[in-house]
């Protein structure tokens, strides 16, 4: 079982079934389903998960590329944000859970990155 200490949150562009298999390998994941988070917007699911110290995972590049400059500038904090292209729930779970494994909770923080 992978030794990481981030949850990650996704939000609802992500397909939960990515959570099931993040799951399955050990992993913390939580969806916005689940969070009771759907039809938030991008900037709100950004809030939840930052409040929760959740990184956070979607397919929406444009707008958390923006969000993360953004925050960054006024001197706002996040536990990270992952930005994935679209891949089969499999693929996705493995590239998230290889980052996950390589790269230590305090060094997700305020980062941006690509799966």
Known sequence: MPKVSSTVYLDEDVSVVVAAFLR????HAVTAR????LGRT???QLAFGTAAGYV????NRVH?????HEWLEVGERHAGIIIA????PTDLAARVGRLLTRVPADNL???LFYV
């Open 64 to 68: 958390f590329e923006r969000l993360h």
């Open 85 to 88: 292209r679209r891949r089969p």
């Open 24 to 27: 399955a390998r050990g992993f």
């Open 42 to 44: 991008d900037a709100g």
């Open 109 to 111: 923080k305020n980062q």
């Open 56 to 59: 956070l995972l979607t397919h």
């Open 34 to 37: 689940e969070s009771g988070q």
